[in-house]
T-cell receptor, first 112, second 114 residues
Framework: DQQVKQNSPSLSVQEGRISILNCDYTNSMFDYFLWYKKYPAEGPTFLISISSIKDKNEDGRFTVFLNKSAKHLSLHIVPSQPGDSAVYFCAARYGTASKLTFGTGTRLQVTL | NAGVTQTPKFQVLKTGQSMTLQCAQDMNHNSMYWYRQDPGMGLRLIYYSASEGTTDKGEVPNGYNVSRLNKREFSLRLESAAPSQTSVYFC?????????????FGPGTRLTVL
């Protein structure tokens, strides 16, 4: 049972445009959400996070939006740059030991 | 400050062989985690250690054992490797601060079981 879903396996966006990556979850007990970026042959790198008590968090070109009623979050990258090309994972935290459940990832390609 | 380090980077085993994946962090984090990543799937939690001296099962613990050797080191052992354990293994450690809760990942170990 996939509790965190990223339904778009891939996304292609032109440089300078907005990239929007989506994530849906089913477990109401998730209380913290994170986005990770992963390049080939490297470990995931933390990008941005949001607590379930907020609906938006911004860090430079990256903004994460959380819609609790829809159990949906999204990552906006503006403007997109070629270096943003990577696989993006959405993750949700549960439990006192901060265990994470990951989505299957979305491969973003930013074209010139 | 190396962050989270993992050894080896690559390993090929035959079915039934055993091996230990090593992980160390120099960030003074209390919690450490082992995940595996398979094609088309997200990272799945194998085992975790919330603090030194404690370990607990995650989502996919079968076929694995762990040891939290000290605060810095958390190892993952495959006692009798199976082809289904072919995967990329990531170790992570966690920092928890005011308003944040983030896991930091190592570079991974790519394991092939023939």
């Amino acid at each position: 049972d996939q509790q965190v879903k990223q339904n778009s396996p891939s996304l292609s966006v032109q440089e300078g445009r907005i990239s929007i990556l989506n994530c849906d979850y089913t477990n109401s007990m998730f209380d913290y959400f994170l986005w990770y970026k992963k390049y080939p042959a490297e470990g995931p790198t933390f990008l941005i996070s949001i607590s379930s008590i907020k609906d938006k968090n911004e860090d430079g070109r990256f903004t994460v939006f959380l819609n609790k009623s829809a159990k949906h979050l999204s990552l906006h990258i503006v403007p997109s740059q070629p270096g943003d090309s990577a696989v993006y994972f959405c993750a949700a935290r549960y439990g006192t030991a901060s265990k994470l459940t990951f989505g299957t990832g979305t491969r973003l390609q930013v074209t010139l | 400050n190396a962050g989270v380090t993992q050894t080896p980077k690559f390993q090929v085993l035959k079915t039934g062989q055993s091996m230990t994946l090593q992980c160390a962090q120099d960030m003074n984090h209390n919690s450490m985690y082992w995940y595996r990543q398979d094609p088309g799937m997200g990272l799945r939690l194998i085992y975790y250690s919330a603090s030194e001296g404690t370990t607990d099962k995650g989502e996919v613990p079968n076929g694995y054992n762990v040891s939290r050797l000290n605060k810095r080191e958390f190892s993952l052992r495959l006692e009798s490797a199976a082809p289904s354990q072919t995967s990329v293994y990531f170790c992570a450690s966690r920092i928890r601060g005011t308003g944040s809760d983030t896991q930091y990942f190592g570079p991974g170990t790519r394991l092939t079981v023939l």
